[in-house]
DNA sequence: GTGAAAGCGCTAACAC
DNA sequence: GTGTTAGCGCTTTCAC
């Protein structure tokens, strides 16, 4: 990368200001000359530093997307779309795993703040609301949410999943499956509470009896553990739940694993639905039920609200909601009594 | 990120020069500006920009991580590892799945020699050889693989796993398994390669007879569907295998599904293995046998190995290579005849 | 239609 | 110890 814009105006008997008029495309140029420079950057291979070009104030084509944990397959799959979008459109993608802890969040932020990325996308959950909500409001750097947690009070694009309809098509589903007394294992999040809500909504639209006992609340770290022990606790309370709805593929997995430690027999004895349609939903014994997400549909429109704002192609802020799917496999079935 | 170094230097009542040297901990200062200075700055927050002192040839602190597919939990998990030991090194990782494309890899390769990343850490297959080898010789940019392909004619840094051995410890636990005819199902990578000739080795060690019409070799794409077809091949041979051994966990998982269309029990009627311990092997039921990489290691190592290079502490090249571990769980057990 | 020159924010000789 | 100055590779007025 050492051959400079010097060196192909000096071959080509022009000005650097001509060269970069034509690399961008600016000003006006004859045809002649464009055809002899072009011809030069060909033959020496040349390709601008796109350093020197930031220095200048433009973008740096580069985005961080801040996502909780890499590692968990279902941000792999934001982000490979979220890469694929960008890649498109070329930008690169910084990943930063902040594990939701301050620290890390800051770190990043911070260095890609030196870095002069163009924008932040952040997924999910961001643990120090002050430093996003600095972010949004006080630098100037655009900021997309996916997924996120409630910010309502803030001016920022964003692009979800209506969870709340998610969670009334699972129960209203189970519902009509004869099922009434339906567990629920959530984690802590907005969208834990969208689909509690929608649960509940649909309970009490059917007339049944709405327990708050039957719904509890599992900490992040091993998912499937907590689960585990959260569904033993719902299996074993009196009138025990027919059917258990996992907030995510992870809790329904674990209450499965509690199930059959339980002697129950899934689907017969337990009806068990998860959500995200990851590959574990699809590899489970038997097939679980489940909710799809449109993710690639959600790392196009995120990258393209961001993109917008990076090229002043928009100012009005934009939340876009879309609609998740149910997807029916062989862990629900009618209640059998 | 307007604040600049002038900024500083003006309220400090210092030259840019001094402000640089206190960043940059060179020249002599006095403690008594040192603290002055560094007053300053905290008084402003200034951050000096990276772009700026990247046109000065220095690091630009950025890694590209050329993997060929983000959406794989496998290497998911690896991006995870090696931006973990990244972040505590102060790099970012610039993610870039090239679905082994030509064209994108070459895309991706440009557009992040313009940026100027400092190195590049390439997973697994990378396609455009002819590339690969231009990226290695003849930029002066540091390169590191893991698990990679074969190119062990040019000098260039590794971190793999003993393949050959994983395939060995495998076989060799099939056989004191009492099975003597195992179905090997691989996909076209050096790795696979390498786990067969572990296979083939610790048969023919073992006085078993070695089959070749036992190894199948699958196509990428929907790789659970193509191990499926092949293992149903396998099922209907006329001496059928008693175990299978697929060369990573999702061809395992193709195996065990084509087994029970074929109304065999896991393990009883078939023992099966995979390889890499993956999230889908711990849920799978029954929970599959598989063997274990030591990722995070690798994750590390691969790091250290490229920015010791990026900052000139090391000119040696180096080959890293690491063991796996059997992983036994219950989707494999002794002959039952 | 083209080029001279200043400047983006920082670093590194080299003076003083 | 500290400041002056000339770049790093590119863009962008503003003359010509």
């Known amino acids: 990368m050492s051959i400079t814009i010097y060196d192909v105006a000096k071959k080509a008997g022009v000005s650097t200001a001509t060269v970069s008029k034509i690399i961008n495309n600016t000003g006006s140029i004859s045809e002649r000359t464009k055809k002899k420079v072009q011809a030069v950057m060909k033959e020496l291979q040349y390709q601008p530093s796109l350093i020197a070009t930031a220095l200048n104030g433009k973008c740096t084509y580069t985005i961080g997307l801040l996502i909780p944990d890499l590692a968990n397959p279902i941000f792999a799959e934001y982000a490979r779309c979220i890469e694929d979008r960008a890649q498109e459109l070329g930008f690169n993608i910084i990943m930063c795993s902040t594990d939701t802890d301050i620290e890390r969040e800051a770190k990043y932020v911070s260095l890609l703040k030196q870095k002069c990325v163009d924008g932040f ?14 972010l949004i409001k006080n630098d100037k750097i655009p900021v997309a949410l996916i997924a996120a947690q409630d910010v309502s009070e803030l001016p920022v694009d964003s692009v ?10 699972v129960t209203e589903y189970l519902l009509s499956l004869g099922h009434k007394r339906i567990g629920f294992i959530a984690e802590e999040a907005r969208s834990s509470k969208e689909r509690i809500r929608g649960y509940k909504q649909a309970i009490i639209e059917a007339g049944v009896e709405y327990d708050e006992s039957l719904i509890l609340v599992c900490k992040p770290k091993p998912t499937m553990g907590y689960a585990e022990v959260a569904a033993k606790k719902l299996l074993e309370l009196p009138g025990r739940p027919t059917a258990i709805f996992g907030a995510n593929d992870s809790l329904a997995i674990g209450a499965i694993w509690a199930a059959r430690k339980h002697g129950l027999t899934i689907p017969k004895d337990l009806s068990v639905i998860g959500f995200d349609n990851t590959v574990m939903s699809q590899i489970m014994e038997p097939p679980l039920s489940t909710v799809q997400q449109p993710i690639q549909e959600i790392g196009r429109q995120v990258v393209d609200l961001l993109t917008q704002k990076i090229e002043r192609k928009r100012k009005l802020t934009q939340r876009v909601v879309l609609l998740p799917e149910l997807v029916i496999r062989q862990s629900t079935m009618k209640i059998s009594k």
């Open 160 to 169: 979800t999943v209506d969870d709340y309809l998610g969670g009334y098509q």
């Open 121 to 134: 996308i952040i997924a999910a959950k961001f643990e120090n609301v002050k430093l996003l909500k600095d």
